[in-house]
């Protein structure tokens, strides 16, 4: 502990007496200050003993002495101490009285004792202290390595709840809790969860103090800017110096933990990348052997194939970091709170994705893409990321498209792969954050023909029937939708539109004449009803 002014008393070769303010003589002392000046205010920082000898104060004035003394406790001033045989024999009254009064601890210091020894038992204490502080510190700092090293983060928390005797919890990226110790202590950290995403949005490192039933520092884990986890201490009391060393070490530990070199990284995204192109190339087995561990239980399970594109392709992360780095990381860390298993491979100015059937890592993708689409309508900037990771890009700077195939083994990775291709097409033309295939298996053909590309087609196919319609020389389009619509029959067609059958065969040949092409052929047949659905679609 440091010194206390009853450490100080107590001291042999100091030979103090109380004279006043016994009952707070616990109070720590930060340093002793010899001061004879009448107002040594403005140089206190608070915490001092002060020593005097009365050299230019009035101490039998009991006014000017309930001001003096006033004023020290005022400037924080846990003690005085007064010399007496130098200018006085005893302490005046009028001074004990005012530190009587004001709650102010009042030593007297014998003649024989010199300021100067007070001086050095105090900072002798603090140098005590702090090398216990210190000393412990290292031996925490051992004792949370150790745990780290053979029990995870569970067993770093518990060895941290025990260093503080308090209890500690660890949180991912989302705000979730991920492990804490002791259990009792898990209802206290989920009430946290909002404070947490609050030191999330703030670049790291950050930190935090939170009142409620215990003090709780709230501290970001992160090499980045951005905080991948957070790390909860709670005690019933400010944190003392061994207990700062401990929740360092625990921070430094955690953050190797919850972070992986770059190194290791870049080498399990070429592991990745070598299995993907083994499994697009229908060589299962030897993706299935290069995997092993690493990816080996994602492939022994359906699987989703995810491609995302946005205008920017860098894969940055943090505030500012572009929208495919933050869906890397609302994937990971789905994936990683669930236990899944989850390939991710930046290809050029794509990022393909592979995650379990169902799993959390595509239900947090499409929660990503829900919340851009909606902050995109809304005319507002994203300020989450499906939950798990806050979007810090604005919609209006950067459009992310995704495609998302249907559920797939090993060897139908490479009709998976086209699959995401074409709703990631379909995403694109729609100004869709997110198109699933099995939308576009299971829906009409008809929301496809709103490309700008069918559209110039039907036009310039349909343009010279509806140049002689305008003329008043009949109703050829209108003619030629009811006889495609009846297949080819003559009467029926005729009859929707209240002509003579013989009518209908000579508009229809009048089509043939002016599109210079044979209504025989099914495939003119197919384009023409295309292109009167396409210009139908656009209110033409």
């Known amino acids: 502990m440091p010194p206390t002014l009853a450490s100080l008393v107590h001291h042999s070769t100091l030979k103090l007496t109380v004279r006043a303010g016994e009952d707070r003589l616990d109070v720590p002392v930060r340093w002793a200050h010899a001061s004879e000046l009448a107002d040594p205010v403005p140089y206190m920082e608070g915490g001092e003993l002060l020593l005097i000898t009365a050299l230019k104060l009035d101490a039998e004035d009991q006014e000017a002495m309930r001001r003096y003394v006033r004023r020290l406790v005022g400037a924080g001033v846990v003690g005085l101490g007064f010399a007496v045989g130098v200018h006085y024999e005893e302490i005046p009254e009028a001074l004990v009285a005012a530190a009587e009064g004001e709650g102010l601890p009042l030593l007297e210091v014998p003649r024989r004792t010199p300021f100067l020894a007070i ?71 989920g009430r946290l969860t909002t404070d947490v995403e609050r030191l999330r949005d703030r670049p790291a490192p950050a930190s935090a103090v939170v009142g409620g039933e215990d003090r709780v520092e709230l501290h970001s884990l992160g090499s980045g800017r951005r905080a991948r986890a957070a790390l909860a201490v709670g005690t019933a009391a400010a944190l003392g110096t061994a207990e700062r060393y401990a929740v360092h070490s625990a921070i430094a530990l955690l953050t190797l933990t919850t972070e992986r070199s770059r190194p290791l990284h870049a080498a399990e995204q070429r592991i990745g990348a070598a299995v993907l192109r083994m499994l697009l190339a229908g060589e299962c087995d030897h993706a299935r052997a290069v995997a092993g561990d690493l990816y080996g239980g994602l492939l022994d399970a359906p699987f989703r194939l995810i491609l995302a594109e946005s205008a920017s392709s860098s894969f940055a992360t943090g505030p500012g970091g572009d929208l495919l780095g933050q869906l890397v990381e609302v994937v990971e860390a789905a994936a990683a709170r669930a236990g899944e298993a989850v390939l991710v491979v930046p290809d050029g100015e794509r990022l393909v994705v592979l995650a379990v059937d169902g799993g959390a890592a595509v239900a947090a993708c499409g929660a990503f893409a829900v919340e851009l689409e909606t902050a995109r309508a809304a005319g507002r900037e994203p300020v989450s990321g499906g939950g798990s990771v806050p979007v810090l890009v604005s919609a209006e700077e950067e459009e992310l498209v995704v495609g998302l195939s249907a559920p797939a083994g090993p060897i139908a990775a490479a009709a998976a792969y086209k699959q995401a291709e074409q709703a990631l097409s379909v995403a694109r033309r729609r100004g869709r954050c997110l198109v699933e295939h099995e939308e576009l298996a299971a829906g009409s053909v008809l929301p496809l023909l709103g490309d700008d590309a069918v559209r110039a087609f039907a036009d310039s196919l349909l343009r010279p029937l509806r140049e002689h319609d305008a003329t008043g020389r009949g109703d050829l389009v209108a003619s030629l939708r009811a006889w495609l619509s009846r297949h080819g029959q003559w009467d029926a067609a005729a009859a929707d539109l209240g002509v003579h059958r013989h009518t209908l065969r000579y508009r229809m040949r009048r089509v043939e004449e002016i599109v210079g092409r044979s209504l025989d052929d099914p495939d003119v047949r197919m384009e023409l009803w295309l292109a009167l659905k396409a210009t139908a679609a656009a209110g033409e």
Not at 149 to 162: I, S
Request: glycine fraction near 10%.
């Open 119 to 189: 001086s050095k038992a105090v900072s002798a204490a603090i140098a005590a202290e702090q090398y216990r502080a210190v000393t412990a510190g290292f031996a925490a700092q051992r004792e949370l390595t150790r745990q780290a090293l053979t029990d995870g983060p569970e067993g770093l928390l518990g060895a941290l709840a025990g260093q503080v005797d308090g209890w500690a919890a660890l949180y991912d990226a989302s705000g979730a809790v991920v492990a804490v110790a002791p259990e009792w202590a898990e209802r206290r950290a």
